[in-house]
T-cell receptor, first 110, second 114 residues
Framework: EDQVTQSPEALRLQEGESSSLNCSYTVSGLRGLFWYRQDPGKGPEFLFTLYSAGEEKEKERLKATLTKKESFLHITAPKPEDSATYLCAVPSGSGYALNFGKGTSLLVTP | KAGVTQTPRYLIKTRGQQVTLSCSPISGHRSVSWYQQTPGQGLQFLFEYFSETQRNKGNFPGRFSGRQFSNSRSEMNVSTLELGDSALYLC?????????????FGSGTRLTVV
């Protein structure tokens, strides 16, 4: 069965303190790995899709990377507005659903 | 471009009642999926519809059902509500399924069962 595991569950950073979130997956034949950001009381917001090992994508202070077994979301010099839950997901076997990890709750304090 | 619209935003229901949630996808998106989100279980897939056909269903009891209309709008229904059904219900739309381009999510319906 496809599995997506995110770590840590929660992370507290000082403003400006860079760190990385991890998403490890076990799927047969990866067809893409998705990162989303979710603010409290809202739906997840799409950030990145990565398709092959070695691929990297950047958006402002965020950079996502992909290996054959895991993905990292690097946050450089975070600001309080980066506080949110970050979710990763991979397509199910059928391709008609995404299997989500349980997320990393990030808090960035001033 | 309008996003995914879910109504209502909040609902309070009593155990044993039934509830219907509505979702209007982004124009041109023919795939609509539903997820249940709870603090303990995270996002769990309920079902996916494409052109009025259910293509995939998650591991939920038969009390959870859905449908899609010819204009791609979708509804989900939960009958005989239980306390454990309290959750954020999220609708997500995509052009032809999430595998290629992922989803755009709505803001969700917060269901509280008392």
């Amino acid at each position: 069965e496809d599995q997506v595991t995110q770590s840590p569950e929660a992370l507290r950073l000082q403003e400006g303190e860079s760190s990385s979130l991890n998403c490890s997956y076990t799927v047969s034949g990866l067809r893409g790995l998705f990162w989303y950001r979710q603010d409290p009381g809202k739906g997840p917001e799409f950030l990145f899709t990565l398709y092959s090992a070695g691929e990297e994508k950047e958006k402002e202070r965020l950079k996502a990377t992909l290996t054959k077994k895991e993905s990292f979301l690097h946050i450089t010099a975070p600001k309080p507005e980066d506080s949110a839950t970050y979710l990763c997901a991979v397509p199910s076997g059928s391709g008609y659903a995404l299997n989500f990890g349980k997320g990393t709750s990030l808090l960035v304090t001033p | 471009k309008a996003g995914v619209t879910q109504t209502p935003r909040y609902l309070i229901k009593t155990r044993g009642q039934q509830v219907t949630l509505s979702c209007s996808p982004i124009s041109g998106h023919r795939s609509v999926s539903w997820y249940q989100q709870t603090p303990g279980q995270g996002l769990q897939f309920l079902f996916e519809y494409f052109s009025e056909t259910q293509r995939n269903k998650g591991n939920f009891p038969g009390r959870f059902s859905g449908r899609q209309f010819s204009n791609s709008r979708s509804e989900m229904n939960v009958s005989t509500l239980e306390l454990g059904d309290s959750a954020l219900y999220l609708c997500a739309s995509s052009v032809d399924g999430p595998a290629n381009y992922g989803y755009t999510f709505g803001s969700g319906t917060r269901l509280t069962v008392v």
